[in-house]
């Protein structure tokens, strides 16, 4: 459990962070990619960002980050859903 309590952590605090400016999405992008395996729910919510944070979009800055902002808070509410 402590595992997934961390998780939620360092997403809380990834995603707080990233919105006020304080990361830039790479470092945002890497800290994602380098997530190891979790259980369900979260090993769901993490393949949709992994595969979110491979990909390259077309997206002005502003809908880039509005998007990656949802799918880090989509991994912390996992377990709500």
């Known amino acids: 459990?402590?595992?997934i309590d961390d998780l939620i952590a360092s997403v809380q605090s990834i995603h707080g962070r990233?919105?006020?400016?304080?990361?830039?999405?790479?470092?945002?992008?890497?800290?994602v990619l380098g997530l190891g395996g979790?259980?369900?729910?979260?090993?769901e919510a993490l393949?949709?960002?992994m595969d979110w944070f491979r990909g390259k979009?077309?997206?002005d800055a502003e809908d880039l980050k509005t998007r990656d902002l949802a799918v880090?808070?989509?991994i912390a509410e996992a377990a709500e859903t």
């Open 18 to 31: 990233y919105a006020a400016g304080r990361m830039e999405r790479e470092t945002v992008r890497e800290w």
């Open 72 to 74: 880090l808070k989509a």
């Open 1 to 3: 459990m402590k595992k």
């Open 38 to 43: 979790y259980p369900s729910p979260f090993a």
């Open 57 to 59: 979009h077309d997206l």
């Open 47 to 49: 393949a949709i960002a």
